[in-house]
């Protein structure tokens, strides 16, 4: 069978690595990122640049995007030159970012009026995995655009989970990531707590870490509050940036949702307090200042 035609738009730690992972099974991509480093890089193993996205649309079967906001999405879809001037009918586009449900569906309309489709399929784990091909992907679209890619999604994740209507992955992934990064804002506030009250950080991980609140998040809360190691690769700015998605998502539900509005108070203050390029864990030195 032949293969797809993909296009990747997108070539940060998690992108340029994905590419690598198509580059090693045979795909050619066709490719475009502002870092022109990284563009060097892929076109170095066989990729191809785009001048455009619109460009690159109109020569791609599947077209990846690997972007930071929904803005950039937006902008990229929307351009002049951008992937809707040039989509071609029967093409799929995936949105790997994390991205707002309601900018999801308004997208996925636009490139319908066109004949094309599109999967919302945002990742779980890291870099490291991405090159691997072992990703989590939280895959969601009409079934026959998601048939169409999920060979290829299943090349780049070891896990491929389908969740439905356009908008379920990025719904998923926004309440998966409101419960990650409120468990690390809890922790390390637990940690910090301890610090003024006292106690012994190592000995209250101990103690918590045989008991029903151990999780990896604990750990790596524990890394940098208790050995000084930040080893979880996650900023607090974009932790930020998901709980405010997320709050978006609630609103837009007809709810509230309190305990995130806490999480998000406390990025924020932090992202304000010019700690924003820090690991999540890190939001610990943040609340070690606080005061009464």
């Known amino acids: 069978m032949t293969k797809p035609v993909i296009g990747f738009i997108g070539l940060g730690l998690m992108g340029g690595n994905m590419v690598e992972c198509l580059q090693k099974n045979g795909f050619s991509p066709i490719v475009m990122d502002l870092n022109k480093e990284a563009v060097a890089a892929v076109v170095a193993r066989g990729a191809t640049e785009a001048t455009s996205a619109a460009k690159l649309a109109s020569a791609c079967d599947i077209v990846m995007l690997c972007l930071t906001t929904s803005a950039v999405v937006e902008k990229l879809m929307y351009a002049e030159d951008g992937i809707l001037a040039g989509i071609k009918e029967g093409a799929v586009v995936v949105d790997y970012g994390t991205s707002i449900p309601a900018s999801t569906r308004k997208i996925g309309a ?24 072992l990703l989590n992907i939280m895959a969601a679209g009409d ?33 998966n990531n409101f419960m990650g990064m409120t468990t690390v804002c809890t922790m390390s506030q637990a940690f910090a707590v301890a610090d003024r009250a006292g106690v012994d950080r190592q000995q209250l991980f101990d103690i918590m870490s045989t008991g029903p609140s151990s999780s990896p ?45 806490g999480t998000s108070s406390n990025l924020s203050a932090a992202v304000n307090a010019d700690m924003g390029s ?9 609340f070690l200042t606080l005061d009464r």
Request: with cysteine; net charge negative; glycine share 12%.
């Open 217 to 261: 998040f604990m750990q790596f809360c524990k890394n940098y509050a208790v050995d000084g190691v930040s080893d979880l690769g996650f900023s607090i700015a974009n932790a930020n940036k998901d709980l405010g998605y997320f709050l978006e998502m609630v609103n837009d539900l007809g709810t509230r949702a309190l305990i995130a509005e």
């Open 278 to 286: 820090g690991n999540v864990p890190e939001i610990f030195d943040y």
């Open 143 to 175: 079934k026959p655009h998601f048939d169409k890619v999920k060979t290829v999604l299943e090349i780049q994740g070891e896990n491929v989970f389908y969740l439905g209507a356009l908008g379920a992955g990025h719904t998923t992934k926004l309440i």
């Open 110 to 133: 636009d490139l319908a009026k066109k004949g094309a489709g599109m999967v919302d399929a945002p990742l779980g784990r890291t870099p490291a995995h991405a090159k691997e091909g």
